[in-house]
């Protein structure tokens, strides 16, 4: 997570579009356990199994 944080700051930085695919554990991978949740700028949660696993670098709150 840390390394996929950096790259998302250097592309910003840079004025790159950055996408990055994200690994949680995922106890159910259909989204019902809400156990792969990943934090974003919007106050909201995403999950990892349903919404992603690729999410815009800039949405995510690291």
Same mark, same amino acid.
């Given at each position: &997570?840390?390394?996929?944080? +950096?790259?998302? $700051?250097? @592309?910003? =930085?840079h $004025?790159?579009?950055?996408?990055? =695919?994200? +690994?949680?554990?995922? @106890?159910?991978?259909?989204? @019902?356990?809400?156990?792969?949740?990943? $934090? &974003?700028?919007?106050?909201?949660?995403?999950?990892?199994?349903?919404?992603?696993?690729?999410?815009? =670098? +800039?949405?995510? @709150?690291?």
């Amino acid at each position: &997570m840390e390394m996929l944080k +950096e790259i998302a $700051r250097i @592309a910003k =930085s840079h $004025r790159i579009f950055c996408q990055v =695919s994200l +690994e949680e554990h995922m @106890a159910c991978g259909v989204g @019902a356990c809400q156990g792969c949740v990943v $934090r &974003m700028k919007k106050n909201e949660y995403k999950r990892v199994c349903k919404d992603g696993p690729v999410f815009n =670098s +800039e949405e995510i @709150a690291w």
